[in-house]
């Protein structure tokens, strides 16, 4: 076994394709979020999808390390 050998992996370009598009719909959905708040409007439906999307991250990331 060789010690101090960094084994980088190679992120398909799939992989990043998805990776860019969840991180995309999160970034979107905080500046809405942001935007409601300011505007005094209710987020509840924002906060939702949200929380589906971050879901969707969590098991991509999940699903990649299995």
Known sequence: MLKGVIIKMHKSQKYEQKETELCDKIRNLLEELD??????????????????????????KQNICN
Do not use: N
């Open 35 to 60: 935007r409601l708040d300011k505007e005094g409007k209710d987020t509840t439906e924002t906060l939702m999808r949200l929380e589906t999307a971050l879901e969707d991250v969590r098991l991509f």
